[in-house]
């Protein structure tokens, strides 16, 4: 069935180090690609997300680039602020089908220090 | 209140208890979702209802027994729970059209079973 993987965290960056999520899927046809980010004590809020191959996502500094040929949707930003700490989820939506439903992977959780 | 509501944030059980989790949506949604979420495991899709239909129900134990009265409300009731049940218990809701729709979710409910 269709899934979802991501590194396994947690990532422990420097404030205004380069960031890489890396993520991975498997899916028949073509399905919609999103990451969601949770904040501590709150629910997942949707950070960017591609719709078709070759797009790219971008939101708050944040990019990911939707690339059919290795199935993947890394996550990337230049430079990370103490804010950016947060759980990461990849998730995908499946092409077809009538409930829009999520698949998500892991989660990557994101410490930044000052 | 705009957005997807949870209560209560907190929730602590005996095994032979009996609880309710609600979630209510303000934004005109016609979908709804129950996600658990359980340390270093994906997401995982509980139940879907769209258009106050039971759209999936992902072989979650009959302890676990969804209700949507309204496409406002979704609820979430427990019993004779396990520890193994405990996590954090995410509704999330979309506008489901022709498959698109980006999910806004609720904060969560974190269930402790005892």
């Known amino acids: 069935g269709d899934s979802v993987t991501q590194m396994e965290g947690p990532v422990t960056l420097s404030e205004e180090a380069f960031l890489t999520i890396n993520c991975t899927y498997t899916?028949?046809?073509?399905?919609?690609l999103f990451w969601y980010v949770q904040y501590p004590g709150e629910g997942l809020q949707l950070l960017l997300k591609?719709?078709?191959?070759?797009d790219k996502g971008s939101n708050k500094g944040f990019e990911a680039t939707y690339r059919k040929e290795t199935t993947s949707f890394h996550l990337e930003k230049g430079s990370v602020q103490v804010s950016d700490s947060a759980v990461y989820f990849c998730?995908?939506?499946?092409?077809?089908?009538?409930?829009?439903?999520?698949?998500f992977g892991t989660g990557t959780l994101l410490a930044v220090q000052p | 209140e705009t957005g997807v509501t949870q209560t209560p944030r907190h929730l602590v059980m005996g095994m032979t208890n009996k609880k309710s989790l609600k979630c209510e949506q303000h934004?005109?949604?016609?979908?709804m979702y129950w996600y658990k979420q359980s340390a270093k495991k994906p997401l995982e899709l509980m139940f879907v209802?769209?258009?106050?239909?039971?759209?999936e129900n992902n072989s979650v134990p009959s302890r676990f027994s969804p209700e949507c009265p309204n496409s406002s409300h979704l609820f979430l009731h427990l019993h004779t729970l396990q520890p193994e049940d405990s996590a954090l218990y995410l509704c999330?809701?979309?506008?489901?059209?022709?498959?698109?729709?980006?999910?806004?979710f609720g904060s969560g409910t974190r269930l402790t079973v005892v």
């Open positions: 591609a719709t078709k191959a070759d």
């Open positions: 998730a995908l939506r499946p092409s077809g089908g009538a409930t829009n439903k999520l698949i």
């Open positions: 899916a028949t046809g073509y399905p919609s």
């Open positions: 999330a809701s979309s506008q489901v059209v022709r498959g698109k729709g980006g999910y806004t």
């Open positions: 934004l005109g949604h016609n979908a």
């Open positions: 209802y769209s258009l106050e239909e039971r759209v």
